[in-house]
Each structure stands twice: as structure tokens, then as C-alpha cells.
T-cell receptor, first 112, second 113 residues
Framework: EAGVAQSPRYKIIEKRQSVAFWCNPI?????LYWYQQILGQGPKLLIQ????????DSQLPKDRFSAERLKGVDSTLKIQPAKLEDSAVYLC??????????FGPGTRLTVL | AQSVTQLGSHVSVSEGALVLLRCNYS??????LFWYVQYPNQGLQLLLK??????LVKGINGFEAEFKKSETSFHLTKPSAHMSDAAEYFC???????????FGQGTELSVKP
């Protein structure tokens, strides 16, 4: 069974630029999560999808971050415009409802 | 506010020694509890989980954790450390049992030969 796929693995941009991350979950997993992991901290949930609907986006900075999962499968997380403090690893995870979350390798974003 | 506390950002043990990584949660209602391991430049891998069954939970790679409601703790242990155990370990809590994980700040485990 293939794991959670994420791309790109690394991204370097300048502040005020835009960036997008892509995630393809494990086949059959209805629930998809995006986490932000700042260096030296634990992951923080940004948004949780159930199929193509949002379950929780209470910690998503909606003035600059957006996410979508239009067909209930893969998902895109966008930052526009980026700030220095957005430098982090962005992790995608997927699960069957109320079951173990499987994490992808993450995208490391550096904002200069 | 709901939180997870991991005592000690760095723990160093000798190969073959006991590993003890501490985790405390902040709720009077027992939540779901998890331990994850993260190797450099990789995602998180589940070691074990507690979901209101047996209080002593056994996981992969010889790790286990004990849920203690009276202490609101879920400490991770391994009787004998191996060099390959060197990694970052995260305790996570699902307070509402709906999938939203709150992570501790992590404990980096070093294993000395």
C-alpha cells in the first residue's frame, strides 16, 4: 500500500511570494489533515477535511492560508503572501474516520 | 486550554539503558493518547496508542507506555535502548476523539555507544 505522498519536498521563496503544496493521501482514506511543524516544536493542526468538506480549520490563518480538497482525494495548501514566520515543515496526514493517522514526509518551506 | 507537556526536550541514554520519555495531558476525561517517532527529514510514524482499552500499551520496536489516569500521564518506556532509537519523539492527544491531535513539543532522544 502506497503511503501519503507530498510535493515538493523542499521549497525556498522570498517573503510576499506565493507557494502551494500538494498532498495525495492513502487510497480509501476519507480524512485528510494539514499540519505546520515549526523547528523545535510539535506539529500543529491547520485544517482537517472529511472527504471534500472542512471539519476543523480553527487554527488556519485564513488571511493568507487556504486549502482545498475538491474531489475528496488529493489536497492543496496555499500560502499567499508568505511571511518569514511561515518557514516550517508542512505535513499532510490521512486516515480512515477516527482511526490512525499516517503522515507523509513533509514539505520544508524556507521563506527568505 | 487543552495541552500536552513533554518533560525534557533532550534525553540522552547509553545503549542498553532504560529509556523513559515523559508525557502529561490536561484533562479530567481520559482522551486518546499517542506516541509518534520522527527520524530526520521524515514524517511521523505511530509507535503506539491508547484508546480506553488496556492501560499498558505495547507498540513497535519494543516500546510501551502506561496510561495513569490519577497522574494524567502517558510515559513512554523501552527496557534497553538501541542506537537506532535515536530520533525525535512526540506525544499527542486527541481530547475529543475526533481526530484532532494536539502534539507536545517533542523530546529528542540520543543514544550513546
Amino acid at each position: 500500500e502506497a503511503g501519503v505522498a507530498q510535493s515538493p519536498r523542499y521549497k525556498i521563496i522570498e517573503k510576499r511570494q506565493s507557494v502551494a503544496f500538494w498532498c495525495n493521501p492513502i487510497s480509501g482514506h476519507a480524512t485528510l489533515y494539514w499540519y505546520q511543524q515549526i523547528l523545535g516544536q510539535g506539529p500543529k493542526l491547520l485544517i482537517q477535511f472529511q472527504n471534500n468538506g472542512v471539519v476543523d480549520d480553527s487554527q488556519l490563518p485564513k488571511d493568507r492560508f487556504s486549502a482545498e480538497r475538491l474531489k475528496g482525494v488529493d489536497s492543496t495548501l496555499k500560502i499567499q503572501p508568505a511571511k518569514l514566520e511561515d518557514s516550517a515543515v508542512y505535513l499532510c496526514a490521512s486516515s480512515r474516520p477516527n482511526n490512525e493517522q499516517f503522515f507523509g514526509p513533509g514539505t520544508r518551506l524556507t521563506v527568505l | 486550554a487543552q495541552s500536552v507537556t513533554q518533560l525534557g526536550s533532550h534525553v540522552s541514554v547509553s545503549e542498553g539503558a532504560l529509556v523513559l520519555l515523559r508525557c502529561n495531558y490536561s484533562s479530567s476525561v481520559p482522551p486518546y493518547l499517542f506516541w509518534y517517532v520522527q527520524y530526520p527529514n521524515q514524517g511521523l510514524q505511530l509507535l503506539l496508542k491508547y484508546t480506553s482499552a488496556a492501560t499498558l500499551v505495547k507498540g513497535i520496536n519494543g516500546f510501551e507506555a502506561e496510561f495513569k489516569k490519577s497522574e494524567t500521564s502517558f510515559h513512554l518506556t523501552k527496557p534497553s535502548a538501541h542506537m537506532s532509537d535515536a530520533a525525535e519523539y512526540f506525544c499527542a492527544v486527541d481530547y475529543n476523539q475526533g481526530g484532532k491531535l494536539i502534539f507536545g513539543q517533542g523530546t529528542e532522544l540520543s543514544v550513546k555507544p
